[in-house]
C-alpha cells in the first residue's frame, strides 16, 4: 500500500471565498471550509480556528503571519489566483507529489500518515519580500501547504518547495519535533536536508533565496557564528539563527548578527558536506541524527 495523497482544489475555494462580500462570513468560509483538511494539522500546532475572544489569536491571524493573502484583500488573491492558473500550477503540484511519493517509496522511506493532504494558497508578496514571495510548512507529517504570490522568479521553482516540505513529512515521520527541545543544531539539520532533498529531486538551480542569497564570505562568517550556538535551545533563540537578523526583528525575536535565512545555508551547506564525506544518499542521510551529521559534516569542527 503505498502513499496516498490529495489536492485541495483551492481554485474553487478562493473563488468561492471571492463571491462573499461579508467580510466576517467570508471570514468563516476561509475557516471552516478552506481550513477544514488541514484543521488536525493547526490542533497540533495550537492555533484555533476561531478565537474565543474578539480579534484574538487564531487561523485568520496565523495564516496572516505565515504569509497568506488576507482575505479581505480580494484584489491580491484574484490576481494571485489568475497567474496560478495561467501557469498551469495544480498541474505542477500534482505532478511533483506524484515525484516526491515515488522516489521516497523507491528508497524505502514513507511518510507516517495515511493520506498527504496538500494546499497551495496565495501569498502577500508584502510579507515575504525576503522569501521572494513564497514559502511552505510541511512540520506535520500528513499535511503540506505552500503560500506563493507567483512571480517569475519563484513559480520555476515551485516543484523544489514542494519537495523541500515533502521532505519534513517524511524527516518528521522517523524523529519527533519537540518545539521546546529544538536545538539550532536539529532545525539547521532539518532544513538541510529538506533542501537537499529538493536539489536531488530538482536541481540546483531551483533552490531557493534560503540557501541562495549568501555569498562565500557571509557563509563563512554565519558558519562561525552559528558552529557557537549548536546548542542554543528554545524556538524564538533558534529562530534568530535560522532565519537572519532581519526576520528576527519582523517577528520580534532577538537578533544574533546573521544575513538573511543564515541557518539554512549553514544547514545545507553541512548536510552537502555530510552526504559528499561519507558518500551518502539523501534517502540515507534523512535517517541520520542531528549528531550524525553535525560531527560528521567537519564544518563545525574546532
Given at each position: ?25 467570508r ?36 495564516t ?38 515515488e ?20 501569498a ?46 517524511i ?7 519537540d ?5 539550532v ?37 554565519s ?5 557557537e ?74
Open positions: 500500500m503505498g502513499m496516498t495523497y490529495k489536492v485541495i482544489d483551492t481554485v474553487e475555494q478562493y473563488e468561492e471565498l471571492l463571491a462573499i462580500t461579508d467580510l466576517e462570513e471570514k468563516n468560509y476561509f475557516r471552516y471550509t478552506m481550513m477544514e483538511p488541514f484543521k488536525e494539522m493547526w490542533n497540533l500546532i495550537n492555533v484555533p480556528i476561531k478565537a474565543k475572544q474578539e480579534n484574538g489569536y487564531d487561523v485568520i491571524m496565523a496572516k503571519m505565515l504569509g497568506y493573502a488576507d482575505v479581505s484583500n480580494g484584489k491580491q488573491i484574484q490576481q494571485g489566483l489568475s497567474i496560478l492558473k495561467e501557469n498551469n500550477a495544480y498541474t505542477v503540484v500534482d505532478n511533483t507529489i506524484k515525484n516526491c511519493i522516489n521516497a517509496n523507491k528508497s524505502g522511506l514513507k511518510v507516517n500518515a495515511d493520506e498527504i493532504k496538500f494546499g497551495l494558497y496565495v502577500n508578496p508584502d510579507k515575504l519580500k525576503l522569501q521572494k514571495g513564497y514559502t511552505g510548512f510541511g512540520g506535520i507529517p500528513g499535511f503540506i501547504t505552500v503560500n506563493i504570490y507567483p512571480n517569475e522568479y519563484n513559480l520555476p521553482k515551485l516543484p523544489a518547495v514542494i519537495a523541500h516540505e515533502f521532505h519534513h513529512n524527516r518528521f515521520s522517523y524523529f519527533d519535533w518545539h521546546g527541545n529544538v536545538t543544531g536539529d532545525y539547521l539539520v532539518i532544513e538541510g536536508l529538506a533542501e537537499s532533498f529538493a536539489k536531488e529531486l530538482y536541481g540546483t538551480e531551483q533552490l531557493g533565496p534560503w540557501v541562495t542569497s549568501m555569498d562565500k564570505e557571509e557563509l563563512e562568517y558558519t562561525d557564528v552559528i558552529s550556538a549548536l546548542n542554543v535551545k528554545g524556538f524564538a533563540e533558534v529562530s534568530s539563527y535560522m532565519f537572519g537578523d532581519e526576520i528576527a526583528a519582523q517577528e520580534g525575536y532577538q537578533p544574533v548578527g546573521l544575513p538573511f535565512c543564515a541557518g539554512y545555508a549553514v544547514g545545507y551547506k553541512a548536510v552537502q558536506s555530510y552526504m559528499k564525506k561519507y558518500n551518502k544518499t539523501i534517502y540515507e542521510a534523512t535517517l541520520a541524527s542531528t549528531d550524525e551529521i553535525i560531527n560528521g559534516c567537519d564544518l563545525f569542527s574546532k
